[in-house]
Each structure stands twice: as structure tokens, then as C-alpha cells.
Nanobody, 118 residues
């Protein structure tokens, strides 16, 4: 399994930007697709973005497309989520996760809080 630790969350005004990082340990990181998810209070966890093991392919939820960018640096065992033009509805705990070959996710970080004020 991959151990994951998120960082970079915080409080930002609407329209601002944040960059989240997800540091991974474990030898299998570089051959795993990775995803970002978020969970707002009282809501279910939702998919935000995914990146292939090589970084060549990315997918985004419609709600963040054009504003968020997922990337990775396999040499640093780190996945990033650049978040621009933040909105109050982006407020949530953000989690990174490692994707399995069958499309599920079997390793999760502890999450980092993002709060966007209006």
C-alpha cells in the first residue's frame, strides 16, 4: 500500500488560489493513478480529479473543470492540486487517494481542510 499525507489547505477568500500537495511513501506510487476527492460538511465525499501514473491523462469533475489542475512529480512522490478561482462551495476537506487496477481506491490520506470565504 501507499501511505499518503496531504498538506496545503487553509482559509482563502473567494477568487483566490491554493495548491494542495499529497506526499506518498511506498515503492508503488509511480505506477499508480492518483485521485483527489473532497467532502463538505453534511455531504458525501465526491470525486474532484484524477491523474494517470505517467501524468499524461487527467480527468476532472465538471464543477472544477477549468479552475483546478492536477499534476504529479514521480521523482518527488507527490501529487498536486492547483486550485484557482476558488468559490465558497469549494469548502471541504480534501483527500488524495491511490487508485487500484480495478478502478477503486485503496489508500487514503488524512485530509486537509480548505475553507473559502465569500
Amino acid at each position: 500500500q501507499v501511505q499518503l499525507v496531504e498538506s496545503g489547505g487553509g482559509l482563502v477568500q473567494a477568487g483566490g488560489s491554493l495548491r494542495l500537495s499529497c506526499a506518498a511513501s511506498g515503492r508503488t506510487f509511480s505506477n499508480r493513478a492518483m485521485g483527489w476527492f473532497r467532502q463538505a460538511p453534511g455531504k458525501e465525499r465526491e470525486f474532484v480529479a484524477r491523474i494517470s501514473w505517467s501524468g499524461s491523462t487527467t480527468y476532472y469533475a465538471d464543477s472544477v473543470k477549468g479552475r483546478f489542475t492536477i499534476s504529479r512529480d514521480n521523482a518527488k512522490n507527490t501529487v498536486y492540486l492547483q486550485m484557482n478561482s476558488l468559490k465558497p462551495e469549494d469548502t471541504a476537506v480534501y483527500y488524495c487517494a491511490a487508485r487500484t487496477a480495478t478502478g477503486g481506491y485503496d489508500s487514503w490520506g488524512q485530509g486537509t481542510q480548505v475553507t473559502v470565504s465569500s
